[in-house]
Every structure is written in C-alpha cells, then in structure tokens.
C-alpha cells in the first residue's frame, strides 16, 4: 500500500467522543475501527483527544481558569482510557502516554517512551492535552507532532475542509483544499487555534484537516487523498 505519511499526529475532539452519554462506546469503537486500518496499513499513529464531552473548561464561568483546565485534562484521560480499551478489544495493542504523572493509571509521557511504543508496532494515545492550562488540545496534538516527529498533523473535524465561513451557517462559504500556514493566520480562518498553526510553521509540520466521519477517509488521508484541507 502506499503511504504518503508513515507516522501521524491524530487529533480527535472529545465530542466525537460522546453522544447520548458522556463518553459513548459505539461512537469510540467506530473510530477505534478506523484507526486500526491505519495500523494494520504499518502506520505509526499517535492519538491527543479532546474532552469537550466531559467538561469544557472555557465555558465554566467565573472558576479559576488553572483549574477549569485541570479539569479538562482529566476529562481527556478518561477519553484516553476509553480509546485505549476500545482499541485493545479490537486487538490493536496501544499505549496510553500522560502528560500529567499519574502512574496508577497510565505511563508519564516522554519522547523515549512514545518511540519504544511505535517501534513496538503500538498506537500511542496521548492523554492530559499539554499538561498546562490556557493551552488547547489542538495545540497538545501539535506539540506531540513535534515531539515524536509526526509527518503530519490530522485534525479530524465535524466539517470536511477548511471554509471562508461556517458552511452550516453561510451558504456561499468557499472550501479550500490547499492553503499556507500565513493564509489561514491572515485571513483568521478557524481550522485551528494560533498556536498550533504557529507551532507546525515552525517546525515544518502539514496539517490536513478533513471530516473522519465519512468512511475510509482516515485511510484516504494517509495516502495523500484529497479529502480536506492541506495546510503547508
């Protein structure tokens, strides 16, 4: 089979995560169903998932925000565990990576850690976003690109591309397949939060953001498909 990208940074949202509960198992075996095609592909996958499902710090009032984060990134551990035994129930060996020390349930993330598990022939699901409040879990899942030399930075979204304006609310909304890093900071596009654009600029990392929703599309865009938004 050929690869365009032999390793990714795979970020999911914890909504993709839940449904009629707070953390749904039908919807995670779906998505743990999807990647296990990458890892029977050969591909080294590294998964940072969000925990907007659970809590979502941002929209907790006046809590401190220190803390409202903390909570968030207890919530990603728990989507993390959830994925971890989806996977395993598929035969698909994984191992859960946090970026906050918590050795009773999970390893601590280090960098030597994550490349023992991909040598290991392992999907690596990265929990706890950053470890730090005021940074989101897009900006977690590009750090981790960075960190284990990711080919690519998938941004598994409720759309299929990057557009002009919100498709479900502006109907003329242009969809683009190809842009620049700079393109989307000037023209504010939202197909993620600054830092992370910033932080794959730097580090010469492509993000390709497209709707894992629709099967096969995670195979598609490992093979270099055109089924999203390449940003480069």
């Known amino acids: 089979m050929d690869l365009k990208y032999r390793r990714v940074s795979l ?32 591909v080294e996958v590294g998964i940072t998932i969000g925990g907007g499902n659970i809590w979502r710090g941002r929209s907790s009032g006046d809590m401190d925000r220190n803390k409202a984060d903390q909570m968030g990134m207890l919530a990603t551990c728990i989507n993390s565990l959830a994925m971890e035994a989806a996977l395993r129930k598929l035969g698909v060996p994984c191992k859960v990576l946090s970026a906050l020390p ?22 690596v699901i990265f929990a ?12 977690a899942a590009a750090l981790k690109a960075a960190e284990t030399r ?22 003329d909304a242009v969809r683009y ?16 939060d600054l830092t992370a654009i910033t932080l794959c600029r730097e580090q010469h990392i492509p993000i390709l953001v ?6 096969g599309n995670i195979l598609k865009a490992v093979q270099g498909e055109d089924v999203g938004t390449l940003i480069d």
């Open 11 to 42: 970020k999911l949202s914890g909504e993709a995560m839940g449904g009629k509960d707070a953390v749904d198992f039908d919807a995670v075996e779906r998505i743990a169903a999807d990647v296990k095609t990458l890892n029977d592909a050969g």
């Open 150 to 171: 990711a080919d690519v930075l998938l941004l598994a979204k409720n759309v299929d591309a990057v557009y002009s304006a919100d498709p479900n609310k502006v109907k």
């Open 128 to 139: 706890c976003g950053s470890g730090l409040p005021f940074f989101s879990t897009d900006t």
């Open 102 to 123: 918590m050795e009773r349930v999970c390893d601590t993330f280090t960098s030597q850690r994550a490349e023992e598990a991909f040598a290991a022939g392992k999907v």
């Open 177 to 192: 397949t190809h842009l620049t890093y700079d393109e989307v900071i000037e023209q504010d596009l939202k197909a993620t």
């Open 210 to 215: 497209f709707a894992m929703k629709e099967a």
